[in-house]
């Protein structure tokens, strides 16, 4: 006869024991055996993730925070050579550079991310230039 045990333990894993007895039949003469399965929730496995992904989100701040201090030296060499704060030949071909090589739906992930960017990078500039005329 075989006899199930399930047994929840922390963070959601579940352990499952067979344990089938050393009992007789007519037909067949079984022996003991155990099984173990653990399933486990994921969360250990997303926590890592989410680990990475901070590291990486730190990164991606400190970049934006350089990136945006060059933007604001570009609205200075813009205001004093009386350019404009948008130049889209400049932003398409950053696009373009950046998509270069990837497939069709990381370039759309790309793209949106960098017209983010550019809005705020032109904004930032924006506001320098007007902080700058008062």
Do not use: W
Request: proline content about 1%; hydrophobic content about 30%; charged content about 35%.
């Amino acid at each position: 006869m075989a006899s199930l045990v399930m047994t929840t333990l922390t963070g959601c894993n579940i352990t499952i024991h067979v344990n089938e007895d050393n009992t007789e039949s007519e037909t067949e003469e079984t022996s003991e055996k155990n099984v173990e399965i653990t399933i486990s929730d994921g969360e250990e496995e997303l926590a890592e993730a989410r680990s990475e992904l901070n590291e990486i989100d730190d990164q991606i701040v400190e970049l934006f925070k350089q990136r945006m201090e060059i933007s604001e030296r570009i609205a200075k060499i813009k205001q004093a050579n009386d350019m404009p704060i948008l130049n889209q030949g400049r932003e398409d071909e950053v696009i373009q550079r950046l998509t270069e090589g990837c497939d069709e739906e990381m370039s759309e992930y790309i793209t949106e991310l960098y017209k983010e960017i550019f809005e705020i990078s032109r904004a930032c500039q924006e506001e320098y230039i007007n902080s700058e005329s008062n």
